[in-house]
């Protein structure tokens, strides 16, 4: 099964400040998603994008998706100190989603 | 409404005991999963139940490994003969409708597995 690969592994950023983590996949997909986890506790869905889909936004969030380069980035605007998290892209093939390493946010005050 | 609800929070076994994880999803899920994640990692997926049925239960890493959803609601994961390598997070989530397609998946906050 394929799975995303995020990028970087960690970022650390002041509050107020931007943060883009970036997915690469290697097959074609129906659907991406971004997830959120904060540390032990399960994941939490930010946002789905579609494969006819270029981008979407969700508040603070911004993803978009170029299915020709296999790429997908979650743009996190204005960050605070409460996005210190795990965001992970995960990939749907067949009945399973696979998840990548994911991207340590660390926003600090 | 609730959320994914998983018991217990943190389990501690010796090596080679058994050991059942609990899940209850959300009231009126269909779709039921388990995934497997180890420190520092994605979730790696385990099994999918729709409804009582199992449909998928491939990434279940060995025979030892046993899933069960027998009224469509609480399910259960088994471990027998814990090893070692078996100490990870264990996550349950569940989905609203059949297929996994389009739809976002609500996690429980996991059950921490530690085997001694």
């Known amino acids: 099964s394929q799975q995303g690969e995020e990028d970087p592994q960690a970022l650390s950023i002041q509050e107020g400040e931007n943060a883009t983590m970036n997915c690469s996949y290697k097959?074609?997909?129906?659907?991406l998603q971004w997830y959120r986890q904060n540390s032990g506790r399960g994941l939490v869905h930010l946002i789905l994008?579609?494969?006819?889909?270029r981008e979407k936004h969700s508040g603070r969030l911004r993803v978009t998706l170029d299915t020709s380069k296999k790429s997908s980035s979650l743009l996190i605007t204005a960050s605070r100190a409460a996005d210190t998290a795990s965001y992970f892209c995960?990939?749907?093939?067949?009945?399973?989603?696979?998840f990548g390493e994911g991207t340590q946010l660390t926003v600090n005050p | 409404g609730a959320g994914v609800s998983q018991s217990p929070r943190y389990k501690v076994a010796k090596r080679g005991q058994d050991v059942a994880l609990r899940c209850d999803p959300i009231?009126?899920?269909?779709?039921l999963f388990w995934y497997q994640q180890a420190l520092g990692q994605g979730p790696e997926f385990l099994t999918y139940f729709q409804n009582e049925a199992q449909l998928d239960k491939s990434g279940l890493p060995s025979d030892r490994f046993f899933a069960e959803r027998p009224e469509g609601s609480v399910s259960t994961l088994k471990i027998q003969r814990t090893q070692q390598e078996d100490s990870a997070v264990y996550l349950c989530?569940?989905?609203?409708?059949?297929?996994?397609?389009?739809?976002?998946?609500?996690f429980g906050d996991g059950t921490r597995l530690s085997i001694l």
């Open positions: 994008i579609r494969s006819n889909e």
């Open positions: 989530a569940s989905s609203p409708l059949m297929g996994v397609s389009f739809q976002p998946q609500h």
């Open positions: 009231s009126g899920h269909v779709s």
């Open positions: 097959t074609s997909i129906n659907n």
């Open positions: 995960a990939l749907l093939s067949g009945s399973r989603l696979t």
